[in-house]
């Protein structure tokens, strides 16, 4: 398997594990999230085990993009995978990150302090959870501009529709004006 197929194969993995991910969060992110809220989880074990099914795929997808699929991409553009830090940098350089790479590593610090403090302190840890949801749209994004990229310029089928630019395409959906 060339680097381009093992690019698309990676980013098909990744796609799964973010639609999961937007499965979580299209209820969590309507949640008043507070240290009240954190509370009642204990009296609430459907809550509480979604939560944890929000967390698991938060750090999930953020582990995979991070450590898999981007180090993937970087070789295939033809750069030299290295450090975390520097394959971020690559991908900042080719307009992919929503935020600066430096702040990736608070991506995995995110995801670590929601799998290992969970609800020892309620405030924190909604704190917390309020982050990774707003982390997670930035991880959506990443992902969109990733394969846009390796569509656009590497040639890699990534499910992007080449008229409209979606995943999935909307140009043959009644009521979607075709481009």
């Known amino acids: 398997m060339n680097t381009k197929e093992l690019l698309a194969q990676k980013i098909g993995h ?25 509370k009642e989880l204990d009296n609430d ?39 975390a830090i520097e394959n971020f940098s690559v991908a900042e350089r080719a307009g992919i990150l929503t935020i600066k790479s430096e702040d990736i590593l608070y991506l995995r610090k995110l995801r670590n302090d929601l799998t290992h403090e969970y ?23 990443m992902l969109d501009n990733l394969k846009l990229y390796s569509s656009k310029h590497l040639g890699v089928d990534t499910g992007i529709c080449d008229k409209c630019n ?10 979607f004006p075709r481009p």
Do not use: H, M
């Not at 796609?15 to 991910?21: C, G, M, P, V, W």
């Not at 937007?22 to 309507?30: G, H, T």
């Open 14 to 38: 990744c796609q799964k594990i973010r639609n999961e991910l937007e499965f979580s969060y299209s209820w969590i992110s309507k949640e008043p999230i507070d240290g009240n809220w954190v």
């Open 45 to 83: 074990p459907l809550k509480k085990e979604r939560v944890s099914a929000f967390c698991g795929r938060f750090g999930k997808l953020q582990d995979y993009f991070s450590d898999k699929l981007l180090k993937t991409w970087v070789e295939a553009v033809g750069e030299d995978v290295g450090t």
């Open 119 to 141: 609800t020892e302190d309620r405030d924190l840890f909604a704190e917390k959870l309020r982050a990774a949801i707003e982390s997670a749209e930035g991880l959506f994004r």
């Open 166 to 175: 979606s995943d999935p395409c909307v140009c043959e959906k009644p009521g």
